[in-house]
T-cell receptor
Framework: ETGVTQTPRHLVMGMTNKKSLKCEQH?????MYWYKQSAKKPLELMFV???????ENNSVPSRFSPECPNSSHLFLHLHTLQPEDSALYLC???????????????FGPGTRLTVT | GENVEQHPSTLSVQEGDSAVIKCTYS??????FPWYKQELGKRPQLIID?????GEKKDQRIAVTLNKTAKHFSLHITETQPEDSAVYFC??????????FGKGTMLLVSP
């Protein structure tokens, strides 16, 4: 499936590094999401963007910084992460965030992040 | 905000048996209830959804039921097969906010 792509697929970084995760959707959707998936919290919503504007920040630490330059691209900038931030980071998109019929979320394959 | 509880967290069945996963939600205004399936190492994908104007929906071996009064909905899988083994997530939305997901159920189907 190529609707939602994520790079890199795997990332190992030290606690002092700065890295970025990239997500791109080819579905013409207006909303994009970042989720963190770990054993403790299987699908934890982090950020929501609708028409490039951030509409939700689910109390995410400032060491995670999202960026949405347009409706097709979403980035997650990472800096001074902690080992407990190791997880699978999933990007998703949907036609919109509100309105019946517009809720199906299409997920990317995820980036497996390991913080050492 | 919405709170979605999902049970059980793990479910083991024999091939050919039925499996039922249950979810409850807190927001009486919720009107959209999808189910996602995530196979090992793969992304979550929508398998079926139901809206509040219907009580049941079927698609081949899977069905979803909704009880608005009790605020719960369930996923039913009949004649389970090994390829049904996956983590299943329920979710709910009221039309004004994004989906709230349950914590997932790992379904294991033994041959």
């Amino acid at each position: 499936e190529t609707g939602v792509t994520q790079t890199p697929r795997h990332l190992v970084m030290g606690m002092t590094n700065k890295k970025s995760l990239k997500c791109e959707q080819h579905l013409g959707h207006n909303a994009m999401y970042w989720y963190k998936q770990s054993a403790k919290k299987p699908l934890e919503l982090m950020f929501v963007y609708n028409f490039k504007e951030q509409t939700e920040n689910n109390s995410v630490p400032s060491r995670f910084s999202p960026e949405c330059p347009n409706s097709s691209h979403l980035f997650l900038h990472l800096h001074t992460l902690q080992p407990e931030d190791s997880a699978l980071y999933l990007c998703a998109s949907s036609q919109d965030t509100v309105g019946l019929g517009n809720y199906e979320q299409y997920f990317g394959p995820g980036t497996r992040l390991t913080v050492t | 905000g919405e709170n979605v509880e999902q049970h059980p967290s793990t479910l083991s069945v024999q091939e050919g048996d039925s499996a039922v996963i249950k979810c409850t939600y807190s927001d009486s205004a919720s009107n959209y209830f999808p189910w996602y399936k995530q196979e090992l190492g793969k992304r979550p994908q929508l398998i079926i959804d139901i809206r509040s104007n219907v009580g049941e929906k079927k698609d081949q071996r899977i069905a979803v039921t909704l009880n608005k009064t009790a605020k719960h909905f369930s996923l039913h899988i009949t004649e389970t097969q090994p390829e049904d083994s996956a983590v299943y997530f329920c979710a709910a939305s009221n039309g004004y906010s994004t989906l709230t997901f349950g914590k997932g159920t790992m379904l294991l189907v033994s041959p």
